[in-house]
């Protein structure tokens, strides 16, 4: 996506200062062929074996980038009303949704079913009742998923780490065969699968194989118990590199071992990708304001923050950051803060980087998941401007938030 012509920074075939100058900063630019180059490798890896993808919405949830995703094929996992609406907005198609999620509301239910979602990966016994009940009033059956927690490390950063007894997600795999029983018994729903979520930025796919182990093994035990099992949901995809010589796993690779436990057995795999798909896409433009020195340290203030991209203070998260514009004048170790006011707003901390100067435009590397989304108003500040790259050719997909759009809805 990213490269540098005659020492400026493009993203595909657009200059990406002449997206900074005409939109402003902080800006989010997102390249489609990317996008669409990162489905298409978990589609041709997986060619041969009965699949779905199912772009995790949640990691980045623009209505141009969804449509972009239904044109190509994708279908969708969602965790929210909110999401659910984004999808039928950007023409996605709700029989190729799948509901995720530990607290649907009987509203967000009730409307999933009114739009004929594919599927609900439930998450309790109490959320199974709640989906009879509403199920029933509709006078439909609706197809399920238990989302199983398979007790397996995924070995990623703690907040984003899932399959593990203590956390909140999926019901114990060991109990799962009894709770898929005493489901069976209620009429409005129906066992369609089996759905597990270890975690996300898993770089190493050994952990998801462990898991998809004890999930196939259960599934086969399942439809032995007679119940109509089609579909294994493995959750989200694999991690990225965010630093070029992070040993990101190759798609492909993945794909070869998937469809190694999938030839003849009987399942459809079914993949809900969101980092995989976009991180890799996107930037987050931001411009330098000011240096400065204090006690020795140096700092580069920009115009993006916390509330812009909150992954590195969250997640102590590593970003490349780029110059828009490659100079011949060194570098600098420096950490780079926002104008948000509080210490944990940094996009990077004591990091060698090109020696900006105020004015300056800088790119956030692999910002297209997880960025926009998290996006805050904190400190009363706009949210980000959306652009989208088609080869030479941009457009925005998402205005910047004007102060009036801030205090929509609010009375004094
Ligand atoms: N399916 C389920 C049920 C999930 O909970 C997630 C991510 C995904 C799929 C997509 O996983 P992916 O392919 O993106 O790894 N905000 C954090 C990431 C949170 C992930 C939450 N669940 C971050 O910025 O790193």
Request: one cysteine or more; glycine letters at 8%; charged letters at 25%.
């Amino acid at each position: 996506m990213l490269s540098y012509q005659d020492r400026s920074l493009y993203a595909d075939s657009v200059p990406l200062a002449d997206i900074a100058r005409k939109v402003g900063t902080p800006a989010y630019v997102y390249s489609a062929a990317t996008i669409r180059a990162n489905y298409r490798a978990y589609a041709d890896a997986l060619d041969g074996v009965p699949h779905q993808i199912c772009f995790a919405v949640k990691a980045n949830s623009n209505l141009a980038v969804l449509r972009l995703l239904a044109r190509e094929g994708s279908g969708f996992d969602i965790v929210s009303g909110g999401e659910l609406h984004r999808v039928l907005a950007a023409g996605g198609d709700p029989a190729r949704t799948v509901y995720s999620g530990v607290g649907k509301t009987a509203d967000e239910i009730d409307m999933a079913i009114a739009n004929g979602i594919q599927s609900f990966n439930c998450e309790s016994e109490a959320e199974l009742g709640l989906i009879e009940a509403i199920a029933a009033r509709h006078s439909k059956r609706v197809a399920f998923s238990l989302r199983v927690n398979p007790d397996v490390d995924a070995a990623t950063h703690p907040y984003i780490s899932t399959g593990l007894r203590e956390h909140k997600f999926g019901i114990d795999i060991g109990e799962a065969r009894d709770v898929y029983r005493r489901a069976a018994a209620l009429p409005h729903l129906e066992a369609a699968g089996v759905s597990c979520h270890i975690g996300s930025q898993i770089l190493d796919p050994t952990p998801l194989m462990e898991a998809l182990d004890k999930v196939l093994d259960l599934a086969r035990h399942l439809a032995a118990d007679g119940l109509p099992i089609r579909h294994i949901d493995l959750g989200g995809g694999l991690g990225v590199a965010y630093r070029p010589e992070d040993p990101a796993p190759a798609i492909s690779a993945y794909g070869q071992r998937l469809r190694e436990r999938f030839a003849g057995a009987g399942f459809e795999l079914i993949l809900e990708p969101g980092r995989s798909i976009v991180a890799p896409a996107g930037v987050l433009l931001t411009r330098v304001l000011y240096r400065k020195r204090s006690y020795g340290k140096e700092f580069m203030v920009v115009d993006a923050a916390m509330n812009d991209l909150i992954r590195p203070s969250l997640y102590q998260s590593h970003h490349e950051i780029i110059p828009l514009r490659r100079s011949d004048r060194g570098t600098v170790v420096a950490d780079v803060v926002g104008p948000v006011c509080e210490s944990g707003d940094f996009l990077a901390r004591g990091r060698e980087m090109d020696n900006a100067a105020p004015g300056d435009l800088l790119a956030v590397c692999t910002a297209g998941a997880y960025g926009f989304v998290l996006a805050s108003n904190y400190n009363a500040r706009p949210r980000p401007a959306e652009v989208l790259v088609e080869d030479d050719r941009w457009r925005i997909v998402r205005e910047r938030e004007t102060y009036a759009g801030l205090m929509r809805g609010e009375e004094p």
